[in-house]
């Protein structure tokens, strides 16, 4: 079935870690999205891609990093955790062609950095 | 770029009441508009979107309206169900697949029994 994989979905880890988020999607999609939503709810953008080795930084300035090798593979990456990286990231990915695409979202990962 | 202000932020009803959720945009180029419900612990996923070359579209009981001249749209649910209670996003974005969404803050529903 076509979907949005994000692993793990939940982490702990310590301070100075250095950890990657993992997102696949078997939709077929050029454009994937990284969000981090905090308790507030609020989403925010944090890094895009409009495809392989394309990756741009979105609207909240983040620490982590990205890469799109594989259209289907687009990973986060923190190389030294803290405390204040402790949220939920959403990873999400839209179809080319239309201007309406529905974007779609993967279950997520709740990072804890203690 | 595009900035959406969505209100309340938090809105409480009784089961049966109606439940209006608002947004407004300030790209007069957005023209898709996209609602997203997400469920304690769930990811968002897409229950209504509008397009700008229409002022209302219905399914079931959510409504969506859309008025291009005030860029506002609105969200509109009838018959609430405690099912309904969630974390409810309106979105807006300018046409062509290049062009990323911009959310809302996001409005807690609560449907009380």
């Known amino acids: 079935e076509a979907d949005i994989y994000q692993t793990p979905r939940y982490l702990v880890i310590g301070t100075g870690k250095k950890i990657t988020l993992e997102c696949s999607q078997t939709?077929?999609?050029?454009?994937m999205y990284w969000y981090q939503q905090d308790p507030g709810m609020e989403l925010h953008l944090i890094h895009y891609?409009?495809?392989?080795?394309?990756?741009e930084k979105g609207d909240l300035s983040s620490e982590s990093t990205v890469s799109r090798i594989r259209t289907e593979h687009f990973p986060l990456t923190l190389e030294s955790a803290r405390p204040s990286h402790t949220s939920q990231y959403l990873c999400?990915?839209?179809?080319?062609?239309?201007?309406?695409?529905?974007?779609?979202f993967g279950p997520g990962t709740r990072l804890t950095v203690l | 770029g595009e900035n959406v202000e969505q209100h309340p932020s938090t809105l409480s009803v009784q089961e049966g009441d109606s439940a209006v959720i608002k947004c407004t945009y300030s790209?007069?180029?957005?023209?898709?508009f996209p609602w997203y419900k997400q469920e304690l612990g769930k990811r968002p996923q897409l229950i209504i979107d509008?397009?700008?070359?229409?002022g209302e579209k219905k399914d079931q009981r959510i409504a969506v309206t859309l008025n291009k001249t005030a860029k506002h749209f609105s969200l509109h649910i009838t018959e609430t169900q405690p099912e309904d209670s969630a974390v409810y996003f309106c979105?807006?974005?300018?046409?062509?697949?290049?062009?990323?969404?911009?959310f809302g803050k996001g409005t807690l529903l609560t449907v009380n029994p």
């Open positions: 999400a990915s839209r179809g080319d062609g239309s201007s309406y695409n529905e974007q779609f």
């Open positions: 509008i397009r700008s070359n229409v």
């Open positions: 939709m077929g999609h050029d454009k």
């Open positions: 979105a807006a974005s300018r046409g062509g697949s290049n062009y990323k969404l911009t």
């Open positions: 790209d007069s180029a957005s023209n898709y």
């Open positions: 891609s409009y495809g392989v080795n394309s990756t």
